[in-house]
């Protein structure tokens, strides 16, 4: 009984006819408070064969853990936020080093959305930490939910994607 979006252009090819409903999976969705399964629906478009699935905002493509379980502990790895305890359930600090060091790379790819969606231009400094902070505060001023689906919607990677 999931609201599931109907699709009426192919992501892939572009075409303009609704996407038939292909089937679904069951998927892992990891927070500090609990861990959830819930079901993805997958499409098919009827043009180039080419399926997609729709995730919801907080889950991330290839991520068990949920967009604001890990924006938390990146926020609290560069000192952003203070510790909140809950970061324990992503196990180990090389789980949180991995999604830090994700974002770090990735903050060329933000500079470009921002500059081309927003007219943005991040600043210019050596010193990563302070970079990913700048860009971690403009997220949030946009909307972190939104600002990553336009991403994905305009072609950019997201920015924990490898």
């Not at 819930?38 to 919801?56: A, D, F, G």
């Not at 999604?99 to 943005?120: D, E, G, K, P, Q």
Request: hydrophobic fraction near 35%.
């Amino acid at each position: 009984e999931n609201d599931f979006p109907l699709l009426k252009q192919c992501p892939h090819c572009r075409a303009k006819r609704p996407l038939h409903r292909h089937g679904y999976y069951e998927r892992n969705a990891l927070t500090p408070h609990g861990d959830y399964r819930i079901w993805i629906v997958r499409y098919r478009c009827r043009e180039c064969l080419k399926t997609v699935s729709v995730l919801p905002s907080f889950l991330l493509p290839y991520f068990q853990y949920t967009l604001s379980a890990i924006w938390q502990v990146v926020k609290e790895q560069l000192g952003l936020t203070e510790r909140t305890n809950q970061a324990p359930f992503l196990l180990t600090k090389d789980g949180i080093i991995f999604y830090v060091r994700r974002f770090c790379r990735n903050l060329s790819n933000l500079h470009s959305f921002f500059a081309r969606r927003w007219r943005i231009i991040g600043p210019i400094v050596k010193k990563e930490k302070e970079r990913a902070s700048w860009w971690i505060r403009t997220l949030e001023e946009h909307g972190l939910y939104s600002a990553i689906r336009e991403m994905w919607e305009g072609g950019f990677r997201h920015p924990f994607a490898n």
